[in-house]
């Protein structure tokens, strides 16, 4: 019952990995490595279960093979996320988010204009008012 719960979680990842395979934000893209990582998780998942199984009657190898296991899988997931995304920021460290909540980004003339507009209107309006 676990195993199918947990191989549902599996491919629900991968359909969302599938689903965002085509977003043009290069600092969020990273669907390809989430598959790599799914993909680790199915292979390694195929190899311990059945060994787990076969070596259940002695406990401590049992215990040891599956931790070992574990620890190999969320540390091969975890550099396979995290590590291209560190490489490109020690490549490109001056490049910041593109994002409407960054102060840094750059602002475009028409956003200026507009912003300006308002806070023309704005002050009218509180004329208006008092």
């Known amino acids: 019952v676990i195993y199918g719960f947990k191989g549902l979680i599996l491919v629900f990842g991968l359909f969302l990995a599938y689903e965002t395979r085509s977003i043009k934000v290069k600092q969020i893209n990273d669907s390809r490595y989430?598959?790599?990582s799914i993909y680790?998780?199915?292979?390694?998942?195929?190899?311990?279960?059945?060994?787990?199984?076969?070596?259940?009657?002695?406990?401590?190898?049992?215990?040891?093979?599956?931790?070992?296991?574990?620890?190999?899988?969320c540390f091969l997931s975890m550099l396979l996320i995290f590590v291209p995304k560190v490489i490109e920021v020690i490549r490109h460290p001056k490049d910041k988010a593109e994002s409407k909540y960054n102060p840094d980004a750059g602002i475009s003339?028409?956003?200026e204009e507009r912003y300006q507009k308002l806070v023309s209107e704005n002050d009218d309006l509180?004329?208006?008012?008092?």
């Open 126 to 130: 509180q004329k208006l008012i008092a």
């Open 109 to 111: 003339k028409e956003d």
């Open 34 to 36: 989430v598959g790599m």
């Open 40 to 73: 680790n998780v199915v292979v390694l998942c195929l190899i311990t279960a059945p060994v787990a199984m076969v070596i259940a009657s002695q406990q401590d190898a049992s215990f040891a093979f599956v931790a070992l296991a574990v620890i190999f899988c």
